[in-house]
């Protein structure tokens, strides 16, 4: 099922070897919150995967990473991919792609919700549909959203507000969302930046295991 979701949301997988380009269409429409996502990859631990531009920014791109030394391909992306891809105001983000073939048996927590409810933050409310709500006497103190890249991948964002952090309700709500993602037929995904220790932690817990992928990705400077 990864596989399947790779090829639809990056246009190609797996690589033959190095880093593979590959012009998208996908890259030129909006993605599922109705913003732009101009450049997407995601690389193995050995530096082997595929990057998805715009078809006209396709020759450009493979030409500036033709022979590039895994090692150094964050700092590549990071100065020369936004301009390439006429986004030359937005940054180049390299973070820990993670997905799960078998979330963790937590005990269940939260109640899934309309993401227009009342009392939820506002990071919540573009989700698609329903999202997972942990409430205590009444008011949000945990939540996750589902972020529908594609019928076959999901991707898992969560937040805990701080008074009820360190009482493990991230990893089982994430741990619930991705068995429920997981019975849908879809590979549940998770993201985060590398210096995240907490999120880190919350994916290990709730079964999403750190094999050394990357996502590589255009994001705002804001």
């Known amino acids: 099922m990864l596989t399947t979701f790779l090829r639809a949301w990056l246009g190609s997988w797996p690589s033959p070897g190095g880093l593979l380009v590959v012009g998208h269409p996908a890259r030129e429409k909006p993605r599922w919150d109705g913003g732009e996502q ?3 990859g995601v690389t193995d631990a050995d530096g082997n995967g595929v990057l998805s531009v715009p ?13 590039l030394d895994p090692a150094a391909t964050e700092a590549v992306l990071a100065a020369e991919l936004p ?9 180049c983000f390299t973070g820990v792609f993670r997905w799960s073939e078998a979330p963790a048996a937590l005990p269940d927590a939260g109640e899934w919700e309309p993401s227009d409810a009342p009392g939820l933050p506002d990071w919540l409310r573009p989700f698609p549909g329903a999202v997972l709500v942990v409430r205590e006497d009444g008011e949000y103190v945990a939540g ?5 890249h594609d019928v076959s991948g999901i991707e898992i964002s969560v937040g805990t507000e701080e008074r009820a952090r360190g009482r493990g309700l991230a990893r089982r709500i994430v741990a619930r969302a991705a ?3 997981v019975a849908s037929g879809a590979v549940p995904i998770y993201l985060h930046d590398p210096s995240n220790t907490a999120s880190a932690h919350v994916a290990v817990a709730a079964g999403f295991p750190d094999l050394g992928w990357k996502v590589h990705a255009l994001a705002g400077t804001a």
Do not use: T, Y
């Open 179 to 181: 068995r429920h993602i």
């Open 55 to 67: 078809p006209a920014s396709r020759d450009a791109v493979a030409a500036l990473v033709a022979g």
């Open 144 to 148: 996750v959203g589902l972020k529908p």
């Open 83 to 91: 301009a390439l891809v006429g986004r030359p105001e937005q940054r």
């Open 38 to 40: 101009f450049a997407l």
